[in-house]
Antibody, heavy 119, light 101 residues
């Protein structure tokens, strides 16, 4: 079955960097658009970034532009999120997610990886 | 861009409940709806305005007109108690907590 397993979260100081990974299995990873969506503690969902199936097109939320880079390695069935200059407001659970029916309808979600930005 | 949802709604078991989502983004894009239970990842319950993914019960339906999308649950069950989020492309609504009384 489809599995999306995030890793790389943890506690990091403000201003530092962190890279999240998402290992995908159970579907043809290279055929699908992928996204990162985050959820701050007790808050709602917020889209962070999306990437086309071939990795050539990348899209970012305004809050992420310039600090966050989404990428993928289709040979390794892995999605990445590189986060730089982290701020306390970046504290959230980060979900790796797969868009199945169209670019924006997010069908499969990982279990999430908690990133805590704190001094 | 913003999508506005009521913070909370409540319903008795077996009754019908609707959750609205409004915003300019809905004038240009399809609406999706997600259900999220405490401690769990979201689940897609509606995509492309009114389509149900495989495995989603028929009691979930939705509509979309201009700048408003509506999720309706007919014959609400206790298991439907959750937070519901609408989405139009890159924007999510603030979420609605559904309480089954």
């Amino acid at each position: 079955q489809v599995q999306l397993v995030e890793s790389g979260g943890g506690v990091v100081q403000p201003g530092r960097s962190l890279r999240l990974s998402c290992a995908a299995s159970g579907f043809r990873f290279s055929s699908y658009v992928m996204h990162w969506v985050r959820q701050a503690p007790g808050k709602g969902l917020q889209w962070v970034a999306g990437i086309s199936n071939d990795g050539n097109n990348k899209y970012y939320a305004d809050s992420a532009k310039g600090r966050i880079t989404i990428s993928r390695d289709n040979s390794r069935n892995t999605l990445y999120l590189q986060m730089n200059s982290l701020r306390t407001e970046d504290t959230a659970v980060y979900y790796c997610a797969n868009a199945y029916h169209d670019f924006w309808s997010i069908y499969y979600w990982g279990q999430g990886s908690l990133v805590t930005v704190s001094s | 861009y913003e999508l506005i949802q009521p913070p909370s709604v409540s319903v008795y078991p077996g009754q019908t409940v609707s959750i609205t989502c409004s915003g300019d983004k809905l004038g240009d894009d399809y609406a999706c709806w997600y259900q999220q239970k405490p401690g769990q990842s979201p689940v897609l319950v509606i995509y492309q305005d009114r389509k149900r993914p495989s495995g989603i019960p028929e009691r979930f339906s939705a509509s979309h007109s201009r700048n408003t999308a509506t999720l309706t649950i007919i014959g609400t069950q206790a298991m439907d108690e959750a937070d519901y989020y609408c989405q139009a492309s890159s924007v999510f609504g603030g979420g609605t907590k559904l309480t089954v009384l």
